[in-house]
């Protein structure tokens, strides 16, 4: 009986992290960082759902996205474009900044 009662949740768990991964979107966000600034500087994305931002530097001099609330840190070259992996997020403000352009070059991603 034990036997079965372990095969049996064995058996559901393994249906469900399949049925959570089938039903997993990502929300895919354009950022855009060219002459000291990022646009848009207020993006939306749903709570719960996995977020990947791509981040096109259209500008002439490296950037990089940094976020200390999201833990993410990353160069983007002068005419390149980089994908980052933000995850799920909670309901929230998340606030982004250029690091080479601090002053200039901020955003917020907010989770709702």
Do not use: W
């Not at 991964?21 to 895919?28: E, F």
């Amino acid at each position: 009986m034990k036997k079965t009662l372990l095969t049996i949740v064995a058996l559901f768990s393994v249906c469900t992290v399949s049925i959570a991964h089938a039903s997993d979107d990502t929300v895919q966000i354009t950022l855009v960082a060219q002459d000291g600034k990022f646009t848009p500087t207020e993006i939306k994305v749903p709570a719960g759902k996995r977020v990947e931002l791509t981040v096109e530097n259209k500008g002439t001099s490296a950037e990089e996205f940094e976020s200390k609330e999201l833990k993410r840190e990353k160069v983007v070259p002068a005419g390149k474009t980089v994908k980052i992996v933000l995850g799920t997020l909670k309901k929230g403000t998340y606030k982004f900044f250029g690091d080479y352009h601090a002053d200039t070059a901020k955003g917020v991603i907010i989770a709702e």
